[in-house]
């Protein structure tokens, strides 16, 4: 994550976590952090978010072929999310 992202970036992972995580709704217990939010840009909530996505879009191979090597899956988008917030 060093290679793709600052500490400039550091404001809007946490907004792209949270916008993410707010999608949750508690009578059906559904959404909340589930990566979904790489398809919802065009909503005005997430405007400015695109740029962020598209970073951790071009880590993710790096990521993914990382685990491989290690014997583990692929990272999910909701995961890179939190990584990328922390």
Avoid: H, W
């Avoid at 793709?4 to 792209?16: E, F, I, K, S």
């Avoid at 990521?63 to 999310?81: R, T, Y």
Wanted: aromatic fraction near 4%; hydrophobic fraction near 40%; charge should be negative.
């Amino acid at each position: 994550m060093g290679k793709v992202l600052t500490g400039a970036d550091a404001p809007q992972c946490m907004r792209l976590l949270f916008n993410d995580a707010a999608t949750y709704d508690i009578a059906t217990k559904t959404g909340g952090v589930d990566g979904s939010i790489q398809f919802e840009l065009d909503r005005p909530e997430n405007a400015g978010l695109k740029p962020l996505v598209e970073k951790l879009k071009n880590a993710k191979p790096e990521i993914d072929a990382l685990n491989e090597k290690n014997g583990s899956g692929p990272i999910s988008f909701a995961d890179l999310i939190c990584i990328a917030a922390r």
